[in-house]
């Protein structure tokens, strides 16, 4: 019988590998997107009475309207996803973001911005309150400081309104992680270029040439735009545990086959 004998050196490697392969797949997965929208997560425009566009808007991702409402402006050409006119999924999914927006307010602040221009500042992952109206003026920068989950929160009193508003996203910070919470209703200004989720409890006001890299969501009235353009932008799947395991897996057998060949 012959024994083949293998370098301690390739299992140290591939063991001390696969462990940490196993030790990632235990360690809880922070997810980009931690506020759970449920049935709304895939609608880039969602609205109570009206959705309007008065210009040649575009939106990327479901659009719709409910219990009774009316979409006017849209052919099927200016949406890259489903239009859903009083459906049982845009129901459903102005229910859930209405628990969203609910959970949303809930949060306890970090810091209050009350009075101040939410615009040519940097701030970092929390939650900021306005306790009753806000303005939105030039460039604000969001730090993640390298934690791809951090989430950035606004909570809005009353209104939102925007002035050649935009954002700059830093060290993991993106758009899948900003939310606007406002108690009334919001005003995007010309070329505002927006991004995260913002859902107003009334209704939204979306101004030429205003971009958005998220969601624009309105719980009890209308979204009116003018030659507007809202993207929603994928979250990747993390791979799976199964998958990762199975990698480390293959590349212990392949060592495995070269060694043996090698003594033989």
Aim: charged share 10%; proline share 2%.
């Amino acid at each position: 019988m012959t024994i083949t004998r293998f370098k301690t050196s390739t299992f140290s490697g591939l063991s001390t590998l696969l462990l940490a392969v196993l030790v990632a797949c235990a360690a809880p997965h922070v997810r980009a997107q931690t506020i759970d929208l449920g049935a709304a997560s895939t609608f880039a425009v969602l609205a109570s009475t009206t959705v309007t566009t008065s210009g040649a808007s575009s939106v990327v991702g479901d659009l719709g309207v409910s219990p009774s409402g009316t979409i006017i402006g849209f052919s099927g050409g200016d949406v890259d996803g489903v239009i859903h006119l009083n459906t049982g999924t845009s129901y459903d999914a102005r229910q859930d973001a209405y628990t969203a927006f609910n959970q949303l307010a809930a949060l306890a602040f970090d810091q209050d911005l009350s009075s101040t221009d939410l615009g040519d500042r940097t701030l970092n992952a929390g939650v900021y309150s306005y306790s009753s109206a806000a303005d939105f003026n030039g460039m604000l920068t969001l730090d993640a400081q390298g934690n791809e989950g951090a989430l950035f929160v606004f909570q809005i009193g009353t209104t939102l309104t925007t002035a050649n508003a935009s954002f700059n996203f830093v060290n993991g910070a993106s758009a899948d992680n900003v939310w606007f919470q406002v108690g009334s209703s919001t005003t995007l200004g010309a070329n505002t270029a927006f991004a995260g989720t913002l859902i107003a409890d009334v209704s939204q006001t979306l101004a030429t040439g205003v971009t958005v890299n998220g969601r624009v969501i309105a719980l009890t009235g209308a979204i009116t735009m003018d030659a507007s353009q809202i993207t929603l932008t994928s979250i990747p799947e993390p791979a799976s545990a199964a998958l990762l395991v199975s990698a480390a897996a293959m590349m212990l057998v392949a060592s495995r086959r070269r060694e043996n060949r090698q003594a033989a």
